[in-house]
């Protein structure tokens, strides 16, 4: 199907419910078990939600708020509040009430879509008790909540198809917070029809049969570009993951064409292949030109990519060394880089094409200016966000009259359009000497050591920095002392290749894994290295003057 400028998600949406209704949209997952949507089907349920939607009688454009972990349902929701002619609001599935409540009264949501949760119970608390609520089926159902099922049994198909202008408001994307208070970024039809409209070269091609694996919070703007947005242009299949348990199986039996993880999920992969063979072991096989071979397509297979031919990154930073080892194995991943401001789309790297070190070129459209004076790199494109809803001094603080958005992260431009970034502008932090260091550029050096899960480098106001670890499942299985070892080794590589003040002093072993239930990671996967530092920034001065270069907490 052409892509064009003109072209609303609904429109694209429509074309495959009326030339291929029996195919396969939706696939979710029930045990060994699959609930399978066509496109006809999915239409049914989307323009009889539509009905109920617009029996309510809510005012135009009213916000309508959803609550969900990654479902079939999640898909049809999003597309019948398109097709109600109102403004969806998506959240994380991992707020707290006093989070849901803050969003929900500060969007003025008018209706809330409860779907696939976890902690429902504890949640709950954070409606507003005026605030109509609509259960998914299937899932943790609320009696108080009207009811999926008796919706789609009691109201009429909406056989209208909804046009939307391009400049009205298509959804309310609330961030997911590394600092402070999410904010809602507005974004209207015309700005993803142009994104999808500049990227398209990059990311779909002409290609047909496209299968994709929705596990990343669809709320969150790169899964909705990259599995939601994609598979609607291109008429692909969503498949769907049900629980951590079964992740492994679901992408297994999705072998999907597309497949976007952040950079602490390759990560994953990699640590869990290494538990069954060791790098040594695994480097030998890979000379040996026929085992080589059976060898990546047996990884390839385990993983459940052994058919994907667009392999994404992006949401944080993705170590070169990281990339190169899948590399090795068949597995090409293309780092993306953008933010919510600008749909998530300021460049990606090409099939063929690839500069290490860059998180690829910027797309068609898209332009990037470095700031002379800070190095902060600056956006401006057709698909630039309206602005943060109710938030004018925080809009006019990150996108300038002219239309430039400050993305707050610092980097390097090439002549060919390759974008480096070097990191954050908030991120970055004085020493006790008065010089400046930017900790993700030292984070990168310890990639390709399999005993670290995660780290985060911090060090204001010491002469040099600390670098915080927490051990992978291989380190936590390794000797004590092979691990001081492993460590100092790692620091004598590493601190030559730095400038005098980022060496790092020492590696300090905490035992807590950060996650985002104890509230150190976001739902994408990023550190939050306000919280990290606000917690451990008591110790650094006793952990800096002790004797021992690696510490254990």
């Keep these: 199907m052409e ?18 209704p029996n195919e396969v949209f939706l696939k ?24 109920y939607i617009k029996s309510l009688g809510l005012a135009p454009k009213s916000n309508i708020a959803l609550i969900s972990k990654n479902c079939a349902e999640w898909i049809i929701t999003d597309l019948a509040i398109m097709h109600s002619g109102h403004v969806s609001v998506p959240m994380y599935p991992t707020l707290t ?43 943790n159902a609320d009696d108080e909540h009207a009811q999926w099922d008796d919706i789609m049994a009691n109201y009429p198909i909406d056989t209208q198809d909804t046009l939307p202008n391009g400049n009205e408001l298509f959804t309310i994307i609330y961030t997911s917070g590394t600092t402070g208070n999410p904010k809602g970024v507005m974004v209207d039809f015309a700005a993803v029809s142009e994104c999808l409209y500049a990227t398209r070269n990059f990311v779909f091609a002409e290609r047909t049969g496209t299968r994709f694996f929705s596990y990343l919070p669809l709320c969150h703007i790169a899964e909705r570009n990259i599995v939601e947005s994609l598979a609607i242009v291109t008429g692909g299949v969503i498949f769907f993951a049900e629980n951590l348990d079964t992740f492994s199986k679901n992408l297994q039996n999705a072998n999907p064409t597309h497949f976007l993880a952040v950079p602490r999920i390759w990560t994953k992969f990699q640590l869990g292949i290494l538990s069954k063979l060791p790098q ?18 047996k990884i390839k297979k385990g993983l459940g990519l052994s058919e994907t031919w667009m392999c994404y990154t992006g949401a944080a930073p993705m170590p070169v060394s990281l990339i190169q080892w899948f590399g090795k194995l068949g597995i090409d991943i293309h780092e993306a880089y953008g933010m919510t401001e600008n749909l998530g789309a300021v460049c990606m790297m090409p099939l063929g094409k690839k500069v290490e070190g860059s998180v690829g070129k910027v797309y068609p459209g898209m332009e990037v200016n470095i700031d002379k004076d800070t190095g902060e790199i600056l956006t401006r494109s057709k698909w630039n966000m309206l602005g943060y809803y109710k938030e004018p001094q925080m809009t006019a603080e990150t996108l300038d009259k002219e239309g430039w958005i400050h993305t707050g992260d610092v980097g390097e431009l090439d002549n060919d359009g390759y974008l480096k970034i070097t990191g954050r502008v908030k991120e970055m932090y004085k020493t006790s000497k008065g010089e400046y260091v930017a900790p993700a550029q030292i984070e990168m050096g310890f990639a390709e050591n399999s005993n670290v899960e995660q780290i985060c480098v911090v060090g204001q106001n010491l002469p040099q920095p600390l670098a915080l670890v927490v051990l992978s499942d ?27 003040y980022e060496k790092v002093k020492k590696i300090v072993v905490l035992k807590e894994l950060w996650t985002v239930e104890n509230n150190k990671m976001t739902p994408t996967m990023k550190i939050k290295r306000n919280v990290i530092e606000k917690e451990f920034e008591p110790s650094y001065e006793k952990w800096y003057e002790d004797s021992q270069v690696i510490i254990f907490e």
């Design 3 to 20: 892509v064009t400028r003109e072209k609303s998600i609904l429109e694209y949406f429509y074309h495959w419910e009326k030339h291929t």
């Design 28 to 51: 979710q997952p029930f045990g060994d078990d699959f609930l399978d949507f066509t496109w006809q089907k999915a239409g049914e349920q989307i323009r009889k939600l539509s009905n």
């Design 97 to 139: 009430a006093a989070q849901v409540n803050q969003i929900l009264v500060h969007s003025e949501a008018k209706l809330v879509f409860i779907g696939k949760l976890d902690d429902w119970q504890h949640m709950k608390a954070g409606i507003p008790s005026n605030l109509q609520c609509i259960s998914f089926p299937n899932y």
């Design 280 to 297: 040594k072991k695994l480097n030998i096989l890979l000379r040996i030109p026929i085992v080589s071979s059976l060898i990546k397509k």
């Design 474 to 500: 291989i380190g936590r299985k390794v000797s004590r002392a092979e691990l001081v070892e492993n460590f100092k080794e790692q620091l004598n590589t590493l601190n030559p290749t730095l400038k005098s």
